[in-house]
DNA sequence: TTAGAAGTTTAAGCATGCTTAAACTTTTTG
DNA sequence: CAAAAAGTTTAAGCATGCTTAAACTTCTAA
């Protein structure tokens, strides 16, 4: 017999309280500043009315510091239960992709769900399995049980490389799955070598070589395809 | 472009509508007539106004015959989909000791919740992986994508065997965690040998001889654990 | 056969999380 | 700098699914 005391941080959240840190925690890291409103609202798919409420109910959970009409910033421990959803999900992820051949376009949708049922027990046994990987099949880190989040220490954006570098795909991001899987077929994923040829003045388009084939690609497309220049 | 018709038949339960299902499935095949409404709250683990209510919602949908005061019979269409929750949650159950080691008396509790949430198509992937298995870790049946359900054509319970008999355990049902680890642990689970060396005239407990061990068996519990007769 | 026990349903209320519409605040712009 | 536009919050309401308490039906046993 053992008695176990239920803390504010032990106790579960539920599903869309996780749905909101994981998401406030990523505008967090682009937006580096408060998140707003309307950018949850997006990023979720339901109305700003409905982020206010939650947001309020966060607030008092101590998740997140709101200043109303002004915007919303995590706290540490909003941070920490963030990074969990997102480990899950990364994890899940490839374990979808590794062990059941699930394609990489395919993996985000099952995660999307998956990461808020998934036991602990069970996400650390998929960890083991996979031999505690640092990266999931697009190329995103995976925070460890501590949260400590690995890099891809050299590489930058397609979008920033020079005409005639070689380079290997380390990160393919923020793609639904028609994009993604349109560039799977391209031949642009993770782990593949590709050669810059060119790129376009005008617009910015970079084109690449990968083996025999040759592919174009906006800007706005380069600058979610990370690279690690090979010298 | 393709137009999907939302049929009553294609959309998916919540949930709660689909526990309510499996938990009445498997009543019906017990008291094999009409199920009542405490069963359901005890099985479920909710109160019986709760339960009034919802079998109404489920009346309506035509998924079983509700005649208050009197019980409750599933209909095709809530036998089609009680059973396909089995299907998942055993997959599932036998997926996660097969491929993640986790032991059989740990498996139900996660399958319990990932069987509402694992999407067909990765049903479908577990169960290739598996190689469409008929049998889940505590060898009950895994009812196939038709809602055909496998059986063990020669067992009987433990409970009928006669003094001598060899058989093979071939199913251990309806025990919980604790339980079940206690019996894994005298050696009491699926594939394994056993010979009966008695059986106590006054209340019918069942000894009997595993390899060099040797347990003693309530009547009760071998009613859940049934084997198949080596001749 | 009938009173009381047992079982079931209805009613009222709560929690979560969403919506739309109205009210309010902040930002932008002429 | 004030009016309009843009963004946010509050209010009212809905859906789901649960609870307890009261009302109702059925069963059982004297
Ligand atoms: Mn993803
Ligand atoms: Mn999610
Ligand atoms: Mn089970
Ligand atoms: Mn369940």
Redesign the pocket.
Known sequence: MSIIKITDETKK?????E??LKAIYKLMNVSSGSV????I?NK??????????????LATKELLD???????RLLPEGIKKGKLVIRRHRLIELYLHEYLDIPRNMVHEEAEVLEHFASDYLINKMDKKLGFPQFDPHGAPIPDKNGIIPTHKTAIPLSESKKGDVCKIVRVSNFDSELLEHLENEGITIGVLITVSGILEFDGTVQVRIGEKTSSLSTKICQNIWVDPIN
């Not at 959240?13 to 309280?17: G, Q, V």
């Not at 707003?36 to 950018?39: A, L």
């Not at 979720?44 to 109910?57: P, R």
């Open positions: 959240e539920s599903i869309s309280t749905d909101y707003k409103t309307q950018d609202a979720l798919g339901v109305t700003s009315a409905a982020v206010s409420e939650m947001v309020k109910k709101y200043i109303p009409y002004k915007g919303v």
